[in-house]
């Protein structure tokens, strides 16, 4: 959330919402984070909303919810993140000690590029101070979306994903493009836009995995805080 | 005249003293628009006025349970913040430390009063099991669309839900049972509408539901969706509802025209 003051309605419906979540059952406290509020409405423009919640049994019911009630007041593409007590103080330990890049911080697009002449696309994610790069077949998106899973592998994923279909979308002035992701656990769907269709194509592709990347037991070990043994 | 806190130098020249900020906030609380907002506005004006560099506060009470508000609506993160909305006792927790005590448990304590009238407002306009609307919020709701709907053409379908053989299964389950299938109608209710539908209870096992545009299918498709929704929700199949449903401004000029035109046809599709 920004400093800047933004309309009254906005705020008001900010406020409805924030009281409706802290209502939740225990809910500690709530935070937003993401583009400016009043900011014209994009997909690339997520507003992620932080619920803290003190009791993690109710993590599951609580992003459910939260979600729900998000959706009726804020017409804009969100996503809720519940951190129960005991994760946040973790998470920060390993942030502090430096020892590990935090469990809860984002993988990022770094770039998408054309390779071997057109014949290949290359896909180089981050997460943290890590970088890594995948390639794919250039002339469909499903080849940069094969490229991001193989990219989140390297970083450290076990990504029970495959690539089922890819689709361009015309939406309005501007291309957008579908990825249909087929798993163990059951498939996923996701739609972005890009500057090419590649670009497109890793946006969906990380928009589908995006709440499963977020749930702590599918996170790498490697990324995982660690506990004392006993 | 400069004061030194924590080992940071604070410069308060021309600056009011803290006291005087709660005592200007204490006179806007009672013509604040939200309690949330008023929170906030307090903990900014704070951390704008003395140049802090974070401003955090907890409140505990029955009413509330432990509530965790940080300037600027963000989210809590970093040592210092987890710190104090986990483990603190309640308070008002700047970076660095301006405030006396005294003054930091005015701040705080006004922000209490704050947030529990927010709660009462919540209460009064909600229903308590389901958490939407109840029948009176929902009748100025509708009055206020029929108005924008007869000025402005604004489109709209009212939808009417009345939950099938509810009596019976209250009667069959034991009332925490009907409880709990109203809980999950409301819950429903909530994941299937869109960004400024409203949704309420208005009666026992009826509920409504104003949708933006005129496509009585819409409201059909809505609770055949619902009833498959609670059904799973809860376990079992035997959620249904009778629908009856009226567009505005087409079939009415006023609210209580148009819940008349959506009750008929509810009661119509019971009777089949």
């Known amino acids: 959330m920004p400093d800047d003051p933004v309309s009254p309605t906005i705020q008001a419906e900010f406020d409805r919402l924030e009281l409706e979540l802290r209502k939740l ?35 599951a019911t609580v992003e ?25 103080g973790e998470a ?54 094969e490229a991001t899973l193989t990219a989140l592998r390297q970083l450290g994923w076990s990504v029970p994903f495959d690539v089922g279909a890819s689709v361009r979308l015309a939406v309005g002035t501007t291309g957008a493009v579908l990825v249909y992701l087929r798993g163990e656990d059951g498939d996923r769907l996701g739609v972005s836009v890009g500057e090419t269709a590649e670009t497109a194509a890793v946006k969906a592709t990380l928009q589908a995995l995006n709440r499963w990347l977020d749930d702590p037991p599918r996170r790498p070990v490697a990324l995982r805080p660690t506990t004392p043994a006993g | 005249m400069n004061r030194e806190v924590l080992g940071d130098v604070v410069s308060d020249t021309a600056q009011r003293p803290p006291e005087a900020l709660v005592a200007a906030l204490a006179a806007d609380l009672a013509r604040a628009p939200s309690g949330v907002g008023f929170i906030y506005d307090a903990l900014d004006r704070l951390r704008t006025e003395y140049g802090l560099n974070d401003a955090v506060l907890v409140i505990q009470s029955p009413s ?18 987890s710190e104090r909305v986990l483990r603190s006792p309640a308070g008002l927790y700047t970076d660095p430390v301006i405030l006396q005590p005294d003054t930091a448990e005015s701040l705080a304590h006004l922000c209490a009063v704050a947030l529990r009238l927010d709660l009462l407002a919540h209460d009064a306009t909600h229903d308590a099991l389901t958490g939407l609307l109840n029948r009176r919020s929902f009748d100025d709701l509708l009055t206020r669309a029929m108005s924008r709907s007869v000025r402005y053409g604004w489109a709209f379908t009212l939808v009417i839900m009345d939950l099938n053989r509810f009596k019976e299964l209250n009667d069959r389950l034991g009332h925490p049972a009907g409880d709990e299938v109203l809980r999950a109608v409301g819950r429903g209710l909530r994941s299937f509408l869109r960004a400024g539908d409203v949704a309420a209870r208005i009666g026992g096992d009826e509920f409504a539901v104003i949708l933006d545009g005129t496509d009585p299918e819409v409201g059909r498709g809505l609770a055949a969706r619902l009833s498959t929704a609670a059904g799973t929700m809860l376990g079992w199949a035997e959620v249904a509802f009778a629908v009856g449903t009226a567009t505005a401004p087409d079939e009415a000029s006023d609210a209580a025209r148009l819940l008349e035109v959506a009750d008929r046809r509810l009661y119509e599709a019971k009777g089949r």
């Open chain 1, 64 to 88: 459910a919810q939260a979600l729900d009630l998000a959706r009726l007041h804020l017409a804009r593409p969100l996503r809720i993140l519940v951190a129960p007590d005991g994760e946040i």
């Open chain 1, 92 to 145: 920060e330990a390993a942030e502090r000690d430096g020892s590990q890049p935090s469990p809860l911080s984002r993988v990022r697009l770094v770039g998408v590029g054309l390779v071997e002449a057109g014949r290949g696309v290359e896909v180089t994610l981050g997460h943290g101070e890590r970088r890594a790069v995948g390639r794919g077949g250039s002339g469909s998106p499903s080849g940069a979306a």
């Open chain 2, 64 to 81: 509330t349970g432990r509530q965790a508000f940080r300037a600027g609506r963000r989210p809590v993160r970093g040592g210092w913040v």
């Open chain 1, 25 to 59: 059952p225990d809910v500690i406290a709530v935070g937003f984070e993401g583009p400016a509020v009043d900011s014209p409405v994009t997909d690339d423009a997520i507003l992620t909303i932080h619920v803290m919640v003190g009791d993690p049994e109710v993590h």
